[in-house]
């Protein structure tokens, strides 16, 4: 299975960015997904969470209510709509297969940068 994340950049604080992940080599449908990030000289951490059929979500208390979490099975592609950025949102943004609040994969793709600027 491959990841493959795009959709970030630079923004002002208060911007927005939509971050849209391609799956390849598996099919989405039958899985849980999930967004992750890296801040600068931080470990990995979970931001949000959809199930295989897009009825359940899940956000970091940090995200709720500026984020939101998206698939399109038909695509094989799920998306993270952010809103109202902070600085701290700044970093490289992941997705994966989730299993709770946890990657299931071991594999995970490049990630996309999201710069928020004060």
């Known amino acids: 299975v491959q990841f493959v994340e795009s959709g970030g950049g630079l923004v002002p604080t208060v911007g927005s960015l939509t971050l849209a992940c391609a799956v390849s080599?598996?099919?989405?449908?039958?899985?849980?997904m999930g967004w992750f990030r890296q801040p600068p000289g931080s470990e990995r951490e979970f931001v949000a969470y959809?199930?295989?059929?897009?009825?359940?979500?899940d956000y970091a208390i940090s995200v709720k209510g500026r984020f939101t979490i998206s698939r399109d099975n038909a695509k094989n592609t799920l998306y993270l709509e952010m809103i109202n950025l902070k600085p701290e949102d700044t970093g490289v943004y992941f997705c994966?297969?989730?299993?709770?609040?946890?990657?299931?994969?071991?594999?995970w793709g490049q990630g996309t940068q999201v710069t928020v600027s004060s």
């Open positions: 994966n297969a989730a299993a709770a609040r946890a990657g299931r994969f071991d594999t």
């Open positions: 080599g598996q099919s989405l449908s039958t899985y849980a």
């Open positions: 959809i199930s295989y059929n897009g009825e359940i979500t």
